[in-house]
């Protein structure tokens, strides 16, 4: 099944029917990309994700050939031609070799339903690492295990443990964990700098809660009172287990910062 949804997909700023999309595409090269959150027919943070993905490229020294405004120009026009208000497009920056190509397309979403929210999810830990943390760069090897993993142990999320035996990241989401009513997350330089992520930081600190980046030891997974993913689709979404391990998902914190950030998010869609 290919991953392009709905009717129409753009590629190199031409609109393309949805049976015409190449999903091998993906495959060869490398392929920079952001997953955009559309609300209401605006796509939410979106210079945020622009910086991360100029920031991805330049990490490969590589450049992004189209500016902001092109970008959100060709957002709106998929947008429009799907008659799609919400929902979430991939955006892809690919280069091979001497061949560059922008594919814009809706992709299949799943938002957390109410139940977890409330009650929290389950995830595993799993021993993988991404080559860069910082830039968002399409992983097929990576990204078909964790879903191997998620179909098969019937979780929610796959947590990523470095050679170190620190917890990094998810998946496809960043991680946190409250601890004496402090927030605990790794270093920046060990994972993808969520643009979700950074909103719940700046939470944080308007809240006065504190923060404490640092490497998460594997073996302190029990010490910690509760725990939390973040992401475009999930925004926050307590974790109730990690493999074998038991957490609150009704902590104070994860209700006041879930507050403030939806508040910035209403804020942004005005």
């Not at 920079?32 to 991360?52: D, M, N, Q, T, W």
């Not at 035996?165 to 790794?186: C, P, Y």
């Amino acid at each position: 099944m290919s991953e392009c949804f709905r009717y129409i997909f753009i590629k190199n700023n031409k609109t393309k029917p949805a049976k015409d999309f190449d999903d091998k595409i993906l495959l060869r090269g490398i392929a920079l990309y952001e997953v955009i959150r559309i609300v209401s027919g605006k796509p939410l943070f979106l210079e945020a994700h622009f910086e991360r993905l100029t920031n991805s490229a330049s990490q490969l020294k590589q450049n992004i050939w189209l500016n902001f405004d092109q970008i959100k120009e060709n957002i709106a026009k998929l947008i429009a031609l799907n008659d799609c208000q919400y929902g979430n497009i991939k955006l892809v920056f690919q280069f091979d070799g001497n061949n560059k190509t922008l594919l814009a397309y809706f992709i299949k979403h799943y938002y957390p339903n109410e139940e977890q929210y409330q009650n929290g999810v389950r995830t595993l830990v799993h021993p993988a690492e991404r080559p860069i943390p910082n830039a968002k760069i399409y992983n097929h090897s990576l990204r078909s295990k964790t879903n191997d993993l998620i179909k098969d142990a019937e979780i929610f999320e796959v947590l990523l443990l470095n050679s170190l035996r620190n917890i990094t990241e998810g998946s496809r989401s960043n991680l946190f964990f409250i601890k004496n009513n402090e927030l605990h997350t790794a270093l920046d330089a060990d994972v993808l700098h969520g643009i979700i992520r950074s909103k719940v930081i700046e939470s944080a600190v308007e809240l006065g809660i504190p923060i404490r980046k640092h490497s998460i030891q594997y073996d302190d997974l029990p010490n910690y009172d509760a725990a939390f993913l973040t992401g475009t689709s999930l925004r926050i979404l307590p974790i109730k287990r990690i493999n074998s391990i038991s957490y609150s998902s009704t902590h104070d914190i994860v209700s006041r910062l879930s507050e403030v950030l939806q508040a910035k998010i209403n804020d942004y869609l005005k």
